[in-house]
């Protein structure tokens, strides 16, 4: 395994990768019970089918792919993954709140840090991971724009930071030193990600959201507000942060503008 996270850390592969694809490769070897270097096809075959008989999601089973991929052919350099499937995905639409709900849960958080939270969440379509890690150098209050840094597959990008946010920010830029994190915890240390996670569940309780309502929800809604706003789809995959555009694109499948002139047959 040291073998394995050292090639992964000169690769500048995220933290979160590396402990992943050891855990699934060190996994996979006990299940097998036998030397790396004797393992054959037949033996990841079998991990894989144990992945998906204790009702693993496809996406955790193609992580465990991934890792067993990288590991046996870059690593070992073998070459027996020809012809052996990923797990199909299942395709779910995104949950996205109504902009009354997003108002909702606003104006029912007195917490001022949590409110901020909420509105940045909602107002800039970060990821969780990436506004763990803001710092008070990543807002540009003149330009209205959010540097983040180093986010989903190692990319810096940009997106907008709501007006409505400029005063709390400034008087942050005023209390904080630029290499200070944004949102702190009582250790100094940047917030959590299950902290985040909390604070949203708890605002959408208050609100009497009765979806599943997390971080990444307010991301989605986000993306399909300003689509049903009329903002171009590539301008979203930007501040995004998408490779892909038709990653951005499941965004077409729930925004109400994509159904607007359209009438149900019992409202003919």
Sequence with gaps: MVLLRGEMKLRNFSPKTVDSYVHYVGECLRFAGIDP?????????AYLAYLADSDFSPSTINTAYSALLFYFSKILQRRFFVNLPRARKEKHLPVVLSREEVQR???????PKHKCILSILYGTGVRVSELTHIKMCDIDLDRT??????????????????RMLRETLNNQSRLKQPNDYLFTNGRGGHLTEASIQKIVAQAAQRAGVSKTVSPHTLRHSFATHLLENG??????????GHAKLQTTQIYTHVAASSFINIKSPLDL
């Design 37 to 45: 270097r004797s393992a054959s096809q037949a033996d990841v075959k």
């Design 105 to 111: 849960m606003l104006s029912l958080t007195d917490n």
């Design 145 to 162: 724009l959010l540097r983040v840094y180093q986010g989903k597959g190692k990319k810096d990008r940009q997106t907008l930071i709501p």
């Design 231 to 240: 903002t171009d789809i590539r301008y979203i995959q930007e501040l995004l």
